[in-house]
C-alpha cells in the first residue's frame, strides 16, 4: 500500500507529465502555424507558372525622356511584378485556356478572378492523340513565312472543348476591332506601365505610359530587340492607351490647328481610337523624327521588317485609306499576336481585312499559319466562333479575344 505521500507524488507526476505533453502539443502546432503562414507570404504563383522578376525601373535621360537604360534607381522605387518567359503566347493575355494539363484543369475555371467564361463543359474527341500528332507536325514542313498552310480537320491539330462566353467577352482583348463604325467599350482591365518593363533600348515620351499587358511585354522586347540588333538608341514611344479624355482633346487640338478636314482624317474621337484598347503606341524618333518613318534600306527599317516577329502590324499602311478610313501612319503599330500579325504582313492584309476573312474558317478547319522566325517561331492556327458558345483547344494553349462586334477568334499554339 502506498502512503498518502507517495500517492501525492505520484499524482504530482501525473501533473507534470501531462502538462508536459500539453507544452510538446502546443508547440508543435505554432510550428505548423508559423510554416502555413510562411507559405501564405509566399509570392502566389498562378496555374501559369509565373515567377517574379525584380525589375529596376529606369531613371531620367537628359533630353527628358525616360529610358529604362539609364539605372538613376533613387528617382522610383523598385517595382516588383509577375512575370513568365516575356515570348510565351500566354502572358499576360486575358482570356486564357491552357488544355494540355492534366484532366482536372480542362474541368475547373484556372482564370479564376479575371474573366474567365461563365461556364464550361468538356467534350474531347480526339481517338489516336499520338497519330494526329504526326499529321500536324507532318504538314508542317517547308512552308512559307506568315502563309495559308490550308484547312486541316481539328482532329488532325487539337481536341476541342465547348466555352460558354458573356456579351462583355466578345468586347474583350487583343483583336478586337476599333474604328470609325467600331465603338470600344472599355470591358479590358489589363493596363500595366511601360515604365515598370525593364526596357533598355528605347525611350517613353512619359513615365505614365500604359498598354495592355500582352501588347506592353511584347512592345518591350520588340524595341530593346531593335537596339539590340542596331545599336540605336533614338526610338521612343510617345503614347500607348488612351483615355475617351485624351482622345477628345487631341481631336479638338488637330480640328484647332489643322482643320477639322484633317482631324477627321487622322484623329479618331473617343470611343472610337484604337488607342483606347492599349495595344496600340505611336512610335518616334527623338532625332530625325518626331513621327517613326523609315526608308528601305535605313537601319530603321528593321522596325518595319519586324515587327510581325514581335506580333504588331503598321495599322494603317497608305494603300488600305479605302478600308480603314484613316490616313497613312508610318508609325502606328498595334498588337495583334504573332502569328496574326506574320500572317497579316505576308498576305498584305489589314485588321479589317483579316477579321473578315477569318470568319471562313472555324475549329474544324482552322487557319494553320507557320512563323519562321522571331522569338515565337512555331506553328498556330487561328479561327472564328460566331455566339456565345462557343468551341476551344482541350489540349493545346490558346489565346482567346472578342472581336468586339459578334464572336471570337482562337489563335492555337500548335508546338
Ligand atoms: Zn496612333
Given at each position: 500500500m502506498a502512503t498518502k505521500k507517495q500517492k501525492r507524488q505520484i499524482l504530482l507526476a501525473s501533473i507534470a507529465g501531462f502538462l508536459l505533453l500539453v507544452i510538446i502539443l502546443l508547440i508543435v502546432l505554432i510550428i505548423q502555424v508559423i510554416k502555413l503562414n510562411s507559405i501564405d507570404t509566399e509570392p502566389s504563383s498562378s496555374a501559369a507558372g509565373t515567377a517574379v522578376t525584380q525589375v529596376q525601373p529606369?531613371?531620367?535621360?537628359?533630353?527628358?525622356?525616360?529610358?529604362?537604360?539609364?539605372?538613376?534607381e533613387?528617382?522610383v522605387p523598385a517595382v516588383t511584378y509577375t512575370k513568365t518567359h516575356?515570348?510565351?503566347?500566354k502572358?499576360g493575355?486575358?482570356?486564357l485556356h491552357t488544355?494540355?494539363q492534366s484532366a482536372e484543369n480542362t474541368q475547373s475555371s484556372e482564370d479564376s478572378g479575371d474573366s474567365a467564361?461563365s461556364g464550361q463543359?468538356s467534350?474531347?474527341?480526339?481517338?489516336?492523340?499520338?497519330?494526329?500528332?504526326?499529321?500536324?507536325?507532318?504538314?508542317?514542313?517547308?512552308?512559307?513565312?506568315?502563309?495559308?498552310?490550308?484547312?486541316?480537320?481539328?482532329?488532325?491539330?487539337?481536341?476541342?472543348?465547348?466555352?460558354?462566353?458573356?456579351?462583355?467577352?466578345?468586347?474583350?482583348?487583343?483583336?478586337?476591332?476599333?474604328?470609325?463604325?467600331?465603338?470600344?467599350?472599355?470591358?479590358?482591365e489589363?493596363?500595366?506601365?511601360?515604365?515598370d518593363?525593364?526596357?533598355?533600348?528605347?525611350?517613353?515620351?512619359?513615365?505614365?505610359?500604359?498598354?495592355?499587358?500582352?501588347?506592353?511585354?511584347?512592345?518591350?522586347?520588340?524595341?530593346?530587340?531593335?537596339?539590340?540588333?542596331?545599336?540605336?538608341?533614338?526610338?521612343?514611344?510617345?503614347?500607348?492607351?488612351?483615355?475617351?479624355?485624351?482622345?477628345?482633346?487631341?481631336?479638338?487640338?488637330?480640328?484647332?490647328?489643322?482643320?477639322?478636314?484633317?482631324?477627321?482624317?487622322?484623329?479618331?474621337?473617343?470611343?472610337?481610337?484604337?488607342?483606347?484598347?492599349?495595344?496600340?503606341?505611336?512610335?518616334?524618333?527623338?532625332?530625325?523624327?518626331?513621327?517613326?518613318?523609315?526608308?528601305?534600306?535605313?537601319?530603321?527599317?528593321?522596325?518595319?521588317?519586324?515587327?510581325?516577329?514581335?506580333?504588331?502590324?503598321?495599322?494603317?499602311?497608305?494603300?488600305?485609306?479605302?478600308?480603314?478610313?484613316?490616313?497613312?501612319?508610318?508609325?502606328?503599330?498595334?498588337?495583334?499576336?504573332?502569328?496574326?500579325?506574320?500572317?497579316?504582313?505576308?498576305?498584305?492584309?489589314?485588321?479589317?481585312?483579316?477579321?473578315?476573312?477569318?470568319?471562313?474558317?472555324?475549329?474544324?478547319?482552322?487557319?494553320?499559319?507557320?512563323?519562321?522566325?522571331?522569338?515565337?517561331?512555331?506553328?498556330?492556327?487561328?479561327?472564328?466562333?460566331?455566339?456565345?458558345?462557343?468551341?476551344?483547344?482541350?489540349?493545346?494553349?490558346?489565346?482567346?479575344?472578342?472581336?468586339?462586334?459578334?464572336?471570337?477568334?482562337?489563335?492555337?499554339?500548335?508546338?
Amino acid at each position: 500500500m502506498a502512503t498518502k505521500k507517495q500517492k501525492r507524488q505520484i499524482l504530482l507526476a501525473s501533473i507534470a507529465g501531462f502538462l508536459l505533453l500539453v507544452i510538446i502539443l502546443l508547440i508543435v502546432l505554432i510550428i505548423q502555424v508559423i510554416k502555413l503562414n510562411s507559405i501564405d507570404t509566399e509570392p502566389s504563383s498562378s496555374a501559369a507558372g509565373t515567377a517574379v522578376t525584380q525589375v529596376q525601373p529606369s531613371g531620367k535621360e537628359d533630353n527628358g525622356r525616360t529610358s529604362n537604360k539609364s539605372s538613376d534607381e533613387s528617382q522610383v522605387p523598385a517595382v516588383t511584378y509577375t512575370k513568365t518567359h516575356p515570348y510565351a503566347p500566354k502572358r499576360g493575355i486575358r482570356h486564357l485556356h491552357t488544355g494540355n494539363q492534366s484532366a482536372e484543369n480542362t474541368q475547373s475555371s484556372e482564370d479564376s478572378g479575371d474573366s474567365a467564361p461563365s461556364g464550361q463543359e468538356s467534350s474531347v474527341n480526339n481517338e489516336d492523340p499520338s497519330a494526329s500528332k504526326e499529321t500536324s507536325e507532318s504538314s508542317e514542313t517547308g512552308k512559307v513565312n506568315g502563309s495559308s498552310e490550308g484547312s486541316q480537320p481539328a482532329a488532325a491539330l487539337f481536341s476541342t472543348k465547348s466555352l460558354t462566353m458573356t456579351e462583355d467577352d466578345i468586347h474583350k482583348g487583343i483583336l478586337q476591332l476599333v474604328n470609325k463604325q467600331t465603338e470600344y467599350l472599355f470591358k479590358d482591365e489589363w493596363l500595366m506601365r511601360m515604365y515598370d518593363l525593364d526596357g533598355y533600348g528605347y525611350y517613353l515620351d512619359e513615365y505614365s505610359i500604359e498598354m495592355a499587358e500582352p501588347a506592353a511585354y511584347h512592345m518591350n522586347d520588340f524595341l530593346n530587340a531593335f537596339y539590340d540588333e542596331t545599336g540605336i538608341l533614338n526610338v521612343y514611344m510617345m503614347n500607348g492607351y488612351r483615355t475617351p479624355e485624351d482622345a477628345d482633346w487631341l481631336f479638338n487640338r488637330s480640328a484647332e490647328e489643322n482643320g477639322m478636314e484633317h482631324a477627321m482624317r487622322y484623329v479618331m474621337r473617343a470611343g472610337f481610337s484604337e488607342h483606347h484598347i492599349g495595344c496600340s503606341s505611336d512610335l518616334g524618333l527623338i532625332e530625325g523624327g518626331p513621327y517613326f518613318y523609315a526608308e528601305e534600306g535605313s537601319a530603321y527599317y528593321w522596325i518595319y521588317d519586324h515587327a510581325a516577329d514581335y506580333g504588331f502590324v503598321l495599322r494603317y499602311p497608305g494603300h488600305k485609306e479605302d478600308i480603314t478610313e484613316i490616313g497613312e501612319e508610318t508609325w502606328h503599330f498595334r498588337y495583334v499576336s504573332v502569328p496574326v500579325a506574320n500572317y497579316m504582313y505576308a498576305n498584305d492584309l489589314v485588321l479589317e481585312e483579316f477579321l473578315e476573312e477569318i470568319r471562313s474558317y472555324d475549329a474544324a478547319s482552322p487557319l494553320k499559319i507557320k512563323v519562321t522566325q522571331g522569338p515565337e517561331a512555331g506553328s498556330y492556327a487561328v479561327y472564328y466562333q460566331p455566339g456565345l458558345t462557343i468551341s476551344v483547344p482541350s489540349d493545346k494553349d490558346y489565346v482567346l479575344s472578342g472581336n468586339n462586334v459578334d464572336g471570337f477568334l482562337i489563335v492555337v499554339d500548335l508546338n
